[in-house]
Structure formats: C-alpha cells, structure tokens
C-alpha cells in the first residue's frame, strides 16, 4: 500500500513539473513573438489582428455627437453647417455668431468653465499656443491639410511640428477704387495726392482717398517703402519693434502727407464715414482687405481693386494675415470638431467661404472651386499679395496693436510730433510687456 502511495505522489509531480515547463514555455514563445513583430512590424505575429485593422481610419470613424462652434458671419455658418451635416448627419452643431477678434480671449476664459465652443474662428496672431486652450491637429490630420494647403499658409500657426490652427484663408488689404469716378487706377501714391488737389471739396465733405488714421494694421503699408519690418526681419525680435526707428519716422511723414487728401480728424474717420462711403459710391479710393468685397458688391458700386501704388518710387509691402479655424482643449468631442475643422478645406467648404464672404481660399488648388479663379476682385487681391510680409504670430504682437494705433492717431491729429509719437508707442509697449511679465531689457 505504501509503495503505491509513493508511485501516485511521484506520477503527480512529475505532471506539475511538465505543466510548469509547459507554461514558461508558452509565455517564452509569446514574448519571443511579441518581440519579433516589434522588431518586423510588416510581419505580425500568427492570428493577431493588426492595428490598423482593430482601429479604423480617422476619416472612417463614424462622426457623431454634439459640437458648439464660434464663426463670425451668420450667412456662412447657416449654409456651412447645413454642407457639413450632409456629409455627417449624425453631428448637431450648435453655433453662436462671435466676431473672430473676440474668439481666442473668451475661450480662455470659458473653455476652463466647461462652457466653451469645440471649434473657433480666430486670427493666427490671436492666441498663444503655450497657453494651453488649443488642442494639435492629431498627426494623420495634419499630414492631409499639409497636402492641399498653400505652401504661404502651412506655417500660420505651428510649433515643435505641430500644426494647432487650420489657416482657411490668407488675407491682405489692397487698393479699392471707383470706375465711375476715376477712369483708371493710380500708380503712385503721388497721382492720388495730386488728383485731391482739384477733386477735394472739404466744405460737402468730398475727398479722393478715406482711410482710418489708427488702423496700424492697414496703414503698415506707409512705413514699409522706407524699409520697416515689424518686429524685424523673422517677425520675431519682440524686445526691438522699431517704432522710434528712422525708417518709422519717414513712414510717419509720409503718412502725416495723406491728410492733404482727408482732411479729417481720426474720431471722425468712422467705419462708415470710410467704407460705408465707399459701398455709396461717393469716394475714389479706399484700402481695404476682401472682407469688403462682398458689401461693396451689394451695394452695386462699380468698382475694381489692385495693388497698393508706389510711394516715392518704391512698392509698398502690406500685411498677410490668416484666419484659422482652431480646436479647444476643453472639447468634449474632438473627431467632429477636427472633422468640422477639415471641412473648411473641402472644395465645398471653399465654395461657401467664398460665395458668403468673398474671400479666397488657403487651398493650393482652386480648381475645384467654380469661379474663384476668375474672380477680378481677388485677382486684384492676388497683385498685392506679391508684395506682403507675414504678419507676426508671436505673442508680443498682441501687445503692439494698441501703441501703434495710439502713435499713428497722435500724428494724424497733430497733438504729438512724429519723435514724441515714436517715444510714446515705445513707452506703451514696454509698460504692456511689463504687465505681462517680460522686459525688452533682460
């Protein structure tokens, strides 16, 4: 009895020292088969299903759930989010009509409160990316946008390699003028100074030329003949801007020039008084960006647009800007908010951008975009587009806008000389710094 005790003790370990051996065995093989696929990708191991097979395609996913989005024009919001729910029914898209300077400031604010929209309409210079509240493009996204995108336009607003806004569209101002008040348009600045002088009747309020004295973004084109780069030649030195330079102060003569053309006060130079009166047909000239197009084509003025003329026999650069269409961190749904996003890139989205905004497309081919490129008024837009400076992206420029629009209306009016105006914008900018936190000095 006892040797058969012995015998069945013996046969059952011998079985769990096999069943051991055989489990180490088993998790060898598999490690050794985890390691041989991560060493040969392109041979996975037996009866494992691959990734791309377990997870679908980003543009396979099925899209649904809720969006908020911030645009700016209510015409185009309507006809793009009805274009968008064609190709994703399941998405509802709520919208709320938010001008495109206010976008990027009031999602920081109500981004973190959970109240935020997924998708915003901005300007590229309008945020800071190492703030926090805009999401990347996730990378099989960007590789599509970067495929379509023009070359001028995939640096918008990247950083590390990463792209965190989708530019929709490059902008720039130009010349607007009326065929049924001047036969044909300027070369020179010089010919518009000289038409004023006999078309100009102050006392009915009649000028040849209605710009907006305190608008540095428009005006940047007075300072650069004489050889001014904000924020220097990469739109990247933010502790030298250059306002009290010589270059600016040349630009700031001649700018001081135009008045002889509009003889008004800066408080007068209305939006309406400039461009309202342009959309009435009761001006010559006026700079403007597409944006006014689309007015102006309302009211049925006749009017074309071109380049900026010379100025003392030099071509003056103008700034192009982007829109951007960017995702918030705080979204709850990022496959549609970046699928919304991407749409703006369609030929469809580029149709009714164009057809309710008038502007021109970021896509590098227009050709699936019925009459964009025989559009006169873009085309204008494109002569002047040969001669633009990227507008600086960096944070610092945000800063910029306020001095250089005090500096430029204190000229205007004559309450400062153009030196004292220079020191000021100067003096402007390095409090704002100061507030922020930086110094032009470390």
């Not at 800007?321 to 580029?350: H, R, T």
């Amino acid at each position: 009895m006892k040797k058969l005790l012995s015998l069945i003790l013996a046969l059952v370990l011998m079985l769990s020292l096999c069943a051991c051996a055989g489990g180490q065995q088993s998790a060898e093989t598999t490690a050794n088969a985890d390691e041989t696929a991560s060493a040969n990708p392109s041979e996975p191991a037996a009866e494992t299903e691959s990734a791309a097979e377990a997870e679908p395609a980003a543009e396979e996913k099925e899209i649904s759930g809720d969006l908020l989005v911030w645009l700016p024009y209510e015409d185009h919001a309507q006809a793009f989010i009805k274009a968008f729910n064609e190709k994703y029914p399941n998405v509802n898209v709520e919208y709320e009509i938010i001008g495109s300077l206010e976008t990027a400031e009031k999602l920081s604010l109500d981004g973190p409160a959970g109240i935020g929209a997924d998708v915003i309409w901005t300007g590229a210079d309008r945020f800071n990316i190492d703030d926090g509240y805009i999401e990347p493009f996730p990378a099989d996204v960007q590789a599509r946008i970067e495929e379509v995108l023009l070359d001028a336009a995939v640096d918008a607003k990247m950083k590390d390699g990463k792209m965190y806004g989708l530019p929709i569209s490059l902008q720039t101002v130009a010349l607007y003028y009326n065929k049924d008040l001047v036969e044909t348009p300027p070369e020179t600045f010089e010919e518009i100074l000289e038409f004023a002088k006999t078309y100009n009747d102050a006392a009915n309020g009649k000028y040849a030329l209605r710009l907006m004295p305190n608008s540095s973004y428009t005006n940047y084109f007075c300072l650069t003949p004489f050889g001014y780069r904000w924020f220097g030649e990469n739109g990247e030195d933010w502790k030298n801007p250059g306002f009290d330079s010589p270059e600016v102060a040349e630009g700031l003569e001649f700018f001081k020039s135009l008045r002889t053309a509009y003889d008004v006060d800066n408080a007068d130079a209305t939006n309406d008084a400039v461009y309202g009166a342009f959309d009435r047909g009761e001006v010559p000239f006026v700079i403007n960006g597409p944006w006014g197009i689309a007015s102006a084509k309302a009211a049925g003025v006749n009017f074309g647009v071109t380049k900026i003329p010379t100025i003392n026999g030099k071509q003056p650069y103008t700034f192009a800007g982007a829109q951007i269409i960017a995702v918030s961190s705080y979204s709850k749904n990022f496959d549609a908010a970046f699928a919304f996003a991407e749409f703006f890139l369609s030929n469809e989205g580029a149709q009714i951008l164009y057809e309710t905004q008038g502007v021109s497309t970021a896509l590098k081919d227009i050709s699936g975009v019925p009459g964009l490129s025989d559009d006169e008024y873009l085309m204008g837009f494109a002569e002047q587009e040969q001669y633009t400076y990227p507008q600086p992206v960096i944070p610092e420029m945000n800063l910029s806008w306020q001095p250089t629009m005090a500096m430029m209306e204190f000229v205007w009016d004559g309450k400062l000389t153009v030196e004292e105006a220079q020191a000021k914008a100067m003096e402007d900018y390095e409090l704002l710094l100061n507030g922020n936190g930086e110094s032009m000095y470390d």
